[in-house]
């Protein structure tokens, strides 16, 4: 059974700084990029930020750059979300997902599984 647990999100005020982890089971990691989506209040789904398979590339959208780090640990099934500098507009709930396609990794249509999201709040 695939499963995508995200974890480590919470209230901090802005300039906090939070890590996420994506927990993957249910399939090898290492064939799949792994990408970060937000969904704010009364908004759409958002690209954050996205990894090829190795780690090697990785995409940001232009809000996020300099201040989010997304990496990935193949051998623990593991993805991050460093977030640094946070700020209100950041106040989303943010969903791991995981891809075999071959479209552009900021396309959400592209992923094939989704975790159940977690939500971060940034007061100001």
């Known amino acids: 059974q695939v499963q995508l647990v995200e974890s480590g999100g919470g209230l901090v005020q802005a300039g906090d700084s939070l890590r996420l982890s994506c927990a993957v089971s249910g399939f090898t990691m290492d064939n799949y990029r792994m990408g970060w989506f937000r969904q704010g209040p009364g908004r759409e789904r958002d690209f954050v930020a996205g990894i090829d398979y190795s780690g090697n590339s990785t995409y940001y959208t232009d809000s996020v750059q300099g201040r989010f780090t997304i990496s990935r640990d193949n051998a623990k099934n593991l993805v991050y979300l460093q977030m640094n500098s946070l700020k209100p507009e950041d106040t989303a709930v943010y969903y791991c997902?995981?891809?075999?396609?071959?479209?552009?990794?900021?396309?959400?249509?592209?992923?094939?599984?989704w975790g159940q999201g977690i939500r971060v709040t940034v007061s100001s």
């Open positions: 997902a995981a891809t075999t396609g071959f479209g552009h990794i900021k396309n959400m249509h592209v992923y094939n599984f």
